[in-house]
């Protein structure tokens, strides 16, 4: 009796730990998590931008093209490229959801296979009807993957070390992935092996690597600190007591539609959603064409594939950086305005000084806009920072990023062939979306930190200093049980 009354006792104690156990602890979770997550993220990156790289692809031999095998004419691969979004839109809450009912290796093994597959049968089209279906079919297998990260990192993080986790995972990958022009430039020589054109066999090689990493994620990915394996009991311990008390938690994942409808009203949703549009408007349109812009600056199509690489790491370390400064400062607003300004100024300059500059030096200005992706895990780590609860996490990040995607969709079209070959227009529609994303960013700085329920202290409070987590209903799970559940 005596030895159950001091179990007890132990048990119903607050958890401690130094700031060396602590750092041990988020080391292990970091190397387990980060890497696996920027290795899905690069196969997304590549299935997505590798059309881009397969439209010049192969230039010099015009009946091997991807357009002339298709048959494309005018806009229509403009209208490919935003036919992804419509499925990507259409089923990104949904997913979001789901990763709710499903355990998150699952979900996301589920999402990045049937993308990888749907990606590989690109390679298999033969018009533009086929193309544009099954550009909706990979948008809709690979919906609910971007929110489905962010909100799986809320489960294992704070609120203000997500952006840089999710940082390391769309900067790395994105440093991995700038290599994509390498990859094309290597496969187009494979034009005509196996009587197939070069830009088949970079959608059918790219595709089915995808859904190989999606098959690992399955067996790699952790689900929850709780049921994690490669973790002690009191890694466990120190890694679920530090995390917030109103965050997602496995205990507390479960979908509730009256929260779902709560997080409708509230204000800051749509303002993130509007924000995230006007961002990824201009990130797609500059990804989707730039080997496309390189080219029509003067320089060969193989040329313009090599020389998407610079740029394209350029912005990948910046995401490292700013992101990382940003959580160090607990800061976004003004870390955001420092991904907007630059890319402000290049396009402004590429819209009206282009016909005085060389092709080097036109050239050059891109490495300015090549930051303005930087913001976006800025972006979607204020989201979750101004939310709590796994109902309202879960849908917030998910129409972030669904209503950010409806961007991709317009940016597929803000370089139109009749603008070729300076793109005037096109750069100007940029410009001025990153100028209104800056405003917005700063409103939204300034009005949540005047509210201050999301600033400061009560931005820190752990699970073990609330006594538990919070569930989106109110009611309080203690931290014992919270730590120590397994299922």
Known sequence: MEKDTEKTENESSPVTWSKDEETAAMRKIDYR??????LCYT??????????????????????????????????????LSAFFFGYVAFEIPSNLMITRFNPSRWIARIMTTWGICAALMGATTNFAGLVA???????????????????LTFWYKKYEVSSRWAYMYGGAGVISSFGGLIAYAVANMDGVGGLAGWRWLFILEGLASALVGVGTWFILPDYPQTAKFLTEREKEIIIGRLPPTGPSMLAKKMEMSEVLDAFRDWRMYAFGIGCTMQFTTAYAIAYFLPTVIKLMGFSSTTAQLLTVA????????????????????????????????????YFLL???????????RYGLLFLTSVCNG??????GFSTITTKGASRTALRSAFTIACGNIGGAVGSQVYQ???????????????????????????????IE???????????????????????NEKLIEADRVIHSSS
């Open 33 to 38: 998590i980060v890497p696996w997550l920027m």
């Open 375 to 380: 913001v976006v895990p800025i972006l979607i």
């Open 134 to 152: 099954v550009r909706v079919a990979i948008g809709s297998m690979e919906a609910g993957y971007s929110p489905g990260t962010a909100f799986y």
């Open 450 to 472: 005047r509210e201050g329920e999301f600033v400061g202290a009560k931005a820190n409070i752990t699970v073990i200093e609330r006594g538990g987590i919070v569930l989106d």
């Open 43 to 80: 196969a997304l990156n590549i299935d997505r931008g590798n059309i881009s790289n397969a439209a010049i692809m192969n230039a010099e031999t015009p009946t091997h093209t991807l357009s002339s095998q298709l048959g494309l004419v005018n806009n229509q691969f403009n209208w490919a």
């Open 311 to 346: 740029p394209s790491l350029v912005g990948s370390f910046w995401i490292f950086f700013i992101n990382w400064s940003s959580d160090r400062f607990q800061e976004k607003g003004y870390h955001g305005a420092a991904c907007l300004i630059p890319p402000i100024i290049g």
């Open 351 to 361: 819209a009206n000084i282009q016909t005085q500059l060389s092709p080097y030096q």
């Open 417 to 447: 062939p009749d603008d070729a070959p300076l793109y005037v227009r096109g750069h100007y529609i940029n410009g001025s979306l990153l100028i209104a994303v800056l405003v917005l960013l700063l409103f939204l700085k300034f009005s």
